[in-house]
């Protein structure tokens, strides 16, 4: 029991170490986002319907998707090739980089109509409340729609997505989707 105890302790530790070394150079990460900038734009707004809007994310979700891309956890055709060239730095780097970024979001359908079950972590406005969540705001609707399925068929993993998504029907991730996909996002860099 124990030895049980320590290994678990340990890997705790570790995980809080990988966890600290989020902390990048995001003056590096804006040069290197040059090679993300004809998909997620500069500043992190999306300028192709099919990627999503990264600037004002969480530093540490950022990093876990480029590293979840990288080792195959996550997998589509044209991020596992950008991730694979990245370095433990320069994930950081750019994740220091977006995450910098203030997204702002304006609703202006009727709050009440937000979808319940996801309220509590990506917001009503899909703005992230809780740590390590992504912002689902101005997201495509087929984007958010993708995710959910992905979740459901277990092509993308999560402790807490993936059994959300399990349960939902086609109709409910639509809903969700449309919802999300309606609030209006705006980034804005550091100091502007
Ligand atoms: C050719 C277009 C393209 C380029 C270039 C590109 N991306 Fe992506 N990115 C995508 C697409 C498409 C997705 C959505 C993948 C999916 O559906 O799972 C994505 C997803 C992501 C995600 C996950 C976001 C989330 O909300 O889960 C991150 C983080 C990301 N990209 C960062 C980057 C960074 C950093 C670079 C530059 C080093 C980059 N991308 C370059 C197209 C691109
Ligand atoms: C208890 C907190 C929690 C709840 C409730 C929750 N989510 Fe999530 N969601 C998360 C976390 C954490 C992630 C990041 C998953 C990862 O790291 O891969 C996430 C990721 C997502 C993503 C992927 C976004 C991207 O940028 O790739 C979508 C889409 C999503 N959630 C939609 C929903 C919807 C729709 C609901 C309601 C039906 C919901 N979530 C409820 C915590 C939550």
Redo the contacts with the bound molecule.
């Keep these: 029991m124990r030895r049980l105890a320590t290994t678990v302790l340990g890997g705790l530790m570790l995980a809080g170490t990988a966890q600290a070394e989020v902390a990048g150079d995001a003056e590096n ?1 804006r040069k ?9 734009g500069a500043n992190g707004y ?1 300028q ?1 319907p ?5 600037g004002g ?1 969480p530093a540490s ?3 876990a ?2 590293t979840a ?1 990288r080792e195959g956890t ?6 596992t ?3 694979k ?2 370095t433990d730095d ?2 950081a780097d ?2 220091a980089w ?1 995450s910098s970024q203030t997204a702002t979001a304006t609703l202006t359908a009727d709050p009440s109509g937000a979808p319940e079950q996801c309220v509590a972590c990506h917001g009503v406005d899909g703005i992230a409340v809780i740590e390590n969540a ?2 689902l705001a101005g ?1 495509t609707n087929i ?1 958010i729609d ?2 959910l399925k ?1 979740f459901k068929r277990g092509k ?1 993993t999560h402790e807490i997505m993936s059994a959300i998504a399990a349960d939902m029907t086609d109709e409910e991730i639509r809903a969700a989707a449309d919802w999300y996909s309606e609030v209006q996002l705006e980034i804005t860099e550091p100091g502007s």
């Design positions: 990460g290197l986002s040059g090679q993300c900038r004809t998909c997620h999306a192709v099919i990627a999503p809007h990264i994310e979700y950022l990093a998707q480029l891309f996550r997998e589509h055709e044209m991020m090739v950008v991730a060239m990245l320069q994930i750019l994740a977006y992504p912002n997201e984007y993708t995710q992905a993308r």
